[in-house]
């Protein structure tokens, strides 16, 4: 339709020219640039493609990297696992064990992120444990980690925040390493969490899986060794890379106000090499690299791929998991700032997210291939009941995949990962809490809640067929 209007021709001319390329459209249906050069051109109209660039484009160089220039670069890891399974304690002995040599007893200052190296392979640990700090950062777009240890404490067995981090780490898509801990506790038995493991499907590879178990020990060191080996093999498998020769691009992974220093970031080099006095944008935030600091307190000029330091010079504190760029224009990257922050006032109100109401229409324009859900429930047959219920209703259009199911209230982690994933949440006798209400509200995700197993099923299938009951 509009193609026609702007060549002053009929709508019936253009449809016309249309079936005699095979395509059958409407006038309100959109057609790609290639058919609609081929329509004009036969209606005696001259084709030019208009290129609009937006100052983003301009500003931030993200053009592909040639494969001679790509360097192996240091595995960004994430520790998780359920609460007292010893997370802070592995990180912090790893830390201990492996400071720089010569180093002991140096400052080690808590930044969001530090490195060590393995037998001169470095590796980059996540300081903040848990899947609420990594689920977060996921949610605003970033993807950050590329390995993740799943700590199961050898005395307590799979808990719910342990399935909760297996099936965040599944939606990132990144590899699961698990590291069975306090083996030193008497009784630990990591056949029994191995035998758990196999109902998520990370089956030991002793027992013919792809699932690396490491037992260890957080307090005695046992293990730690082989742990860091694997993660390793692990980033080898992976071959991460990238390339230290262009202006620098990562993400901000801690955030802050200094009474005496201003806004104060860590950020992490995910491509190129961050350099002092660099402009750089964050996110809202402008600013110069005007100090910068390592994980061992130290100031450095330079910071490449995979490598986290701590910066001051920011005009405002961004928020965690925005990504930031190293720019060339300081002009242009505050007018940057400006449209982005116009553009955060509408976003809340116009992200697209699925919902039981649009399903069926997205469906039928082949938008949605898969209905992601996520089940809560207050006992957990319910929320298995409910589980393959669910994953029956797929039918030729569109498959139903439960992404999450669990035991509880709706948290504000679950709605993060339906964010992050376009899923809707499901539950059953079970409520959202408040951080999860005022979550689902910003990011706009749709909470089901049901009382009885038979309406679930019923409505999520009408929605599906289009026969939604209208809500009033
Ligand atoms: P997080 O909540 O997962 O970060 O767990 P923490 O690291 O805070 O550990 C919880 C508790 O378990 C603490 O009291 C630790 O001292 C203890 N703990 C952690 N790792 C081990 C271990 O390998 N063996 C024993 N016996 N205790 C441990």
């Given amino acids: 339709g509009e193609l026609a209007s702007r060549m002053k021709k009929t709508g019936a001319e253009v449809v016309k020219q249309l079936i005699k390329l095979g395509v059958m459209a409407s006038l309100s249906d959109i057609i790609d640039y290639d058919t609609a050069a081929l329509v004009a051109i036969e209606l005696g109209c001259k084709v030019e493609h208009e290129v609009v660039v937006t100052i983003e484009e301009r500003l931030i160089d993200d053009h592909a990297d040639k494969e001679e220039d790509l360097v192996s670069r240091a595995p960004i890891v994430v520790v998780m696992g359920h609460v007292d399974h010893g997370k802070t304690s592995l990180l912090d002995k790893i830390r201990e064990a492996n400071v720089v040599a010569g180093e002991a007893g140096g400052i080690t200052q808590h930044i969001g992120a530090y490195r060590v190296a393995v037998n001169g392979s470095p590796i980059t640990f996540l300081d903040t444990p848990g899947h609420e700090a990594f689920t977060s950062m996921r ?48 009784g630990a038995n990591p056949d029994r969490i191995k035998q758990q493991l196999t109902e998520y499907e990370l089956v030991s590879d002793e027992w013919g899986g792809d699932t690396v178990v490491v037992p260890i020990s957080a307090k005695t060191g046992m293990g730690i060794d082989r742990l860091l080996e694997m993660v390793v093999l692990t980033a080898e498998m992976q071959e991460l890379r990238a390339n230290p020769d262009r202006a620098a691009r990562g993400t901000v992974i801690e955030a802050r106000l200094d009474k005496g220093r201003g806004p104060i970031m860590t950020v992490l080099v995910q491509n190129g090499t961050l350099k002092l006095n660099d402009i750089i944008i964050a996110g809202t935030a402008v600013g110069h690299v005007r100090v910068m600091t390592n994980d061992r307190g130290e100031r450095v000029s330079e910071a490449g791929p995979s490598v986290p330091v701590e910066i001051s010079g920011m005009s405002e504190v ?7 760029n190293a720019v ?38 082949g938008e949605l291939k898969d209905l992601n859900i996520i089940v809560k429930a207050d006992v957990q047959g319910s929320a298995e009941a409910i589980k393959s219920s669910l994953v029956k209703l797929s039918n030729d259009e569109v498959r139903v995949r439960v992404i999450h199911s669990g035991v509880g209230a709706i948290s504000e982690s679950d709605v993060m990962l339906a964010a992050t994933s376009g899923a809707i949440v499901v539950g059953f006798n079970v409520r959202p809490d408040n951080a999860a209400r005022d979550s689902a509200v910003r990011s706009n995700v749709d909470i089901r809640m049901y009382r009885v197993i038979y309406d679930a099923i019923n409505e999520i299938e009408a929605a599906m067929k289009g026969m939604l009951a209208p809500k009033f």
Avoid: C, Y
């Fill in 139 to 186: 949610a605003r777009g970033a993807m950050v980690t590329d390995i993740a240890i799943l700590v199961v404490a050898a005395d307590d067995g799979i808990m719910p925040q342990t399935v909760e981090s297996i099936n965040h780490a599944k939606a990132a898509k990144i590899p699961i390493i698990v590291a069975i801990n306090k083996m030193d506790v008497p």
């Fill in 318 to 324: 961004p928020d965690a998991g925005d990504t930031f």
């Fill in 328 to 365: 060339a224009d300081e002009r242009m990257a505050r007018e940057l700032v400006e449209q982005r922050k116009a553009e955060k006032k509408n976003a809340s109100a116009t992200s697209v997210k699925v919902s039981l109401e649009d399903l069926f229409s997205r469906i039928q324009q």
